[in-house]
């Protein structure tokens, strides 16, 4: 179940009513709730459940087994309000005609609205979300805040970790998630933002005292009709939801978004601007760590030190810097909290004293398969070994398949072997899959690419990489990161990128060692 606070005042159905101009059916100013969700299996008793028109099924088509849980209330919208489920309970409703759009404020109001208790300091975009959010959720911390952290990684507050699903829960789950952090003494809370999210209404209801942006990428095609929908998407966060509005100018889409009052941070240029934050001197080291200074508002600088790798995540950390100290965050603290970052699945290094560098990376969309392989390579040049990039990729099922022959290309140009193998076929073919994969990587000329080869299971391709890696050489398993399952015709395997590489190179070692 879904985290909820412990101590919440019950709201009468009729404020409720009068928030977001929904029609009261029937008015009873005694009926209150005490919660709220839009899963059946949720609900407790005194909820609000909302019922929304879906894809595939109505949910009030779900409304028994809310009400026989203990419902209080339905939100739907006309069509929900006439099926004979709810029409035979005779229970109070409220009828909107976009029932979704006015739960994110619903749940806040039911939940005392949270993020008027708790700074919420939002990121989105395509690529670098996960990373720095977990930046700054690290600063917050070296300056002795609690801080919340809410993405694809998980959910937490402080060191203790929360179940949750999306990388951004649906409104009343994220609402309460809010309560339950200011209620536990959260200060402030980092919060991944998808497009998903900000379409669907999810983060409907939150002020946010930070709104930042990242980059844009091809990705989410399969839910976004084109590129200009899913920018249209990402800049809901700032269409003045954000009271401080933060946007890394170094991609034409961020450059789009600025506004008077605008913090813009970039890479690429040395001046920061009145308001605005630069990265200069960066230094990439042998190691795959980096430093660089950030050059802020009234001559402020601060020096940085990161254990990731790639000119990408220097953006990712001057994001970083701009939203600590947008949140009040000392410079000394910001430079302490960042030095020590690590992120789950984001270029994140295996090492068993093994003589190759061996790297997991979430890596799935063209632009970030190649900054994560551009970094290695930069990293290889630095050292002199004279090793190679060897790479195991695949690409997810029921998603964007115009990316697929992008991000075998993106991997060819940079591999010394590539291996095209499964991600999460989810419900198509593994083989479709990996034919499109196939067909951009064998596109790139043979003389501007490396090997090729083509192993379906992907524990194999684990297994196929590390066997032919040779001393200075750096292997990249990308594209599932974190993840601890693997999805094939509707079941999860247990499956984690990281454990595998583990146990190849044991194995490996073993074999050598005969």
């Given at each position: 179940?879904?985290?909820?606070?412990?101590?919440?005042?019950?709201?009468?159905?009729?404020?409720?009513?009068?928030?977001?101009?929904?029609?009261?059916?029937?008015?009873?100013?005694?009926?209150?709730?005490?919660?709220?969700?839009?899963?059946?299996?949720?609900?407790?008793?005194?909820?609000?459940?909302?019922?929304l028109p879906g894809a595939h099924a109505h949910g009030a088509d779900f409304a028994g087994a809310a009400l026989a849980a203990g419902a209080a209330a339905v939100l739907t919208d006309r069509t929900?309000?006439?099926?004979?489920?709810?029409?035979?309970?005779?229970?109070?409703?409220?009828?909107?005609?976009?029932?979704?759009?006015?739960?994110?404020?619903?749940?806040?109001?039911?939940?005392?609205?949270?993020?008027?208790?708790?700074?919420?300091?939002?990121?989105?975009?395509?690529?670098?979300?996960?990373?720095?959010?977990?930046?700054?959720?690290?600063?917050?911390?070296?300056?002795?805040?609690?801080?919340?952290?809410?993405?694809?990684?998980?959910?937490?507050?402080?060191?203790?970790?929360?179940?949750?699903?999306?990388?951004?829960?649906?409104?009343?789950?994220?609402?309460?998630?809010?309560?339950?952090?200011?209620?536990?003494?959260?200060?402030?809370?980092?919060?991944?933002?998808?497009?998903?999210?900000?379409?669907?209404?999810?983060?409907?209801?939150?002020?946010?005292?930070?709104?930042?942006?990242?980059?844009?990428?091809?990705?989410?095609?399969?839910?976004?009709?084109?590129?200009?929908?899913?920018?249209?998407?990402?800049?809901?966060?700032?269409?003045?939801?954000?009271?401080?509005?933060?946007?890394?100018?170094?991609?034409?889409?961020?450059?789009?978004?600025?506004?008077?009052?605008?913090?813009?941070?970039?890479?690429?240029?040395?001046?920061?601007?009145?308001?605005?934050?630069?990265?200069?001197?960066?230094?990439?080291?042998?190691?795959?760590?980096?430093?660089?200074?950030?050059?802020?508002?009234?001559?402020?600088?601060?020096?940085?030190?990161?254990?990731?790798?790639?000119?990408?995540?220097?953006?990712?950390?001057?994001?970083?810097?701009?939203?600590?100290?947008?949140?009040?965050?000392?410079?000394?603290?910001?430079?302490?909290?960042?030095?020590?970052?690590?992120?789950?699945?984001?270029?994140?290094?295996?090492?068993?004293?093994?003589?190759?560098?061996?790297?997991?990376?979430?890596?799935?969309?063209?632009?970030?398969?190649?900054?994560?392989?551009?970094?290695?390579?930069?990293?290889?040049?630095?050292?002199?070994?004279?090793?190679?990039?060897?790479?195991?990729?695949?690409?997810?099922?029921?998603?964007?398949?115009?990316?697929?022959?992008?991000?075998?290309?993106?991997?060819?140009?940079?591999?010394?072997?590539?291996?095209?193998?499964?991600?999460?076929?989810?419900?198509?073919?593994?083989?479709?899959?990996?034919?499109?994969?196939?067909?951009?990587?064998?596109?790139?000329?043979?003389?501007?690419?490396?090997?090729?080869?083509?192993?379906?299971?992907?524990?194999?391709?684990?297994?196929?990489?590390?066997?032919?890696?040779?001393?200075?050489?750096?292997v990249v398993v990308a594209g599932k990161g974190h993840e601890t399952g693997q999805e094939i015709a509707g079941v999860v395997h247990p499956f984690s990128d990281r454990d595998e590489l583990i146990?190849?190179?044991?194995?490996?070692?073993?074999?050598?060692?005969?």
């Amino acid at each position: 179940m879904p985290p909820r606070p412990t101590r919440v005042t019950p709201v009468a159905l009729t404020e409720l009513a009068s928030v977001v101009d929904a029609r009261l059916v029937p008015v009873d100013a005694a009926v209150v709730v005490s919660g709220a969700t839009l899963r059946a299996q949720c609900v407790r008793p005194g909820d609000l459940f909302a019922a929304l028109p879906g894809a595939h099924a109505h949910g009030a088509d779900f409304a028994g087994a809310a009400l026989a849980a203990g419902a209080a209330a339905v939100l739907t919208d006309r069509t929900g309000a006439d099926r004979p489920t709810l029409r035979a309970a005779g229970v109070p409703l409220l009828v909107h005609p976009d029932p979704r759009s006015v739960l994110g404020a619903l749940a806040a109001r039911i939940y005392g609205d949270p993020s008027r208790h708790v700074a919420v300091l939002g990121v989105t975009g395509t690529s670098g979300k996960t990373t720095t959010t977990a930046m700054v959720a690290a600063g917050l911390a070296a300056a002795g805040r609690t801080a919340g952290l809410i993405g694809t990684i998980g959910t937490r507050i402080g060191d203790e970790r929360l179940a949750t699903g999306l990388t951004t829960p649906e409104a009343p789950d994220l609402q309460a998630l809010l309560a339950v952090m200011a209620e536990r003494g959260a200060s402030h809370v980092a919060m991944e933002v998808s497009s998903h999210a900000l379409m669907l209404g999810r983060v409907s209801g939150i002020r946010f005292a930070v709104g930042a942006f990242t980059n844009l990428s091809q990705d989410h095609l399969d839910f976004h009709p084109d590129m200009e929908d899913y920018f249209a998407a990402k800049a809901r966060l700032f269409d003045g939801r954000s009271k401080v509005e933060i946007v890394c100018t170094d991609s034409e889409w961020g450059r789009r978004l600025v506004k008077p009052g605008t913090v813009a941070v970039s890479t690429l240029h040395a001046s920061p601007g009145r308001r605005g934050w630069a990265a200069v001197d960066v230094v990439a080291a042998a190691n795959g760590g980096q430093a660089f200074t950030a050059l802020g508002p009234d001559r402020l600088r601060i020096d940085v030190t990161l254990r990731l790798p790639g000119t990408f995540n220097v953006a990712n950390a001057l994001l970083a810097v701009a939203i600590l100290h947008e949140a009040g965050v000392e410079p000394a603290a910001i430079a302490r909290g960042l030095a020590g970052v690590d992120v789950p699945g984001r270029m994140e290094r295996v090492d068993l004293g093994q003589d190759f560098t061996a790297v997991v990376d979430y890596s799935h969309k063209p632009a970030a398969v190649a900054l994560a392989l551009d970094a290695v390579r930069t990293q290889l040049a630095l050292a002199g070994s004279g090793g190679r990039v060897l790479t195991v990729l695949g690409c997810g099922g029921d998603r964007d398949a115009g990316k697929r022959p992008l991000m075998g290309a993106a991997a060819a140009r940079r591999s010394a072997l590539l291996v095209v193998t499964d991600d999460n076929p989810r419900g198509e073919d593994p083989a479709a899959i990996r034919a499109a994969m196939l067909a951009g990587a064998l596109d790139v000329p043979a003389s501007r690419r490396g090997d090729v080869v083509e192993i379906g299971d992907r524990r194999a391709a684990i297994e196929h990489v590390v066997a032919a890696a040779r001393p200075g050489d750096v292997v990249v398993v990308a594209g599932k990161g974190h993840e601890t399952g693997q999805e094939i015709a509707g079941v999860v395997h247990p499956f984690s990128d990281r454990d595998e590489l583990i146990a190849a190179i044991r194995a490996n070692a073993r074999t050598a060692a005969r």
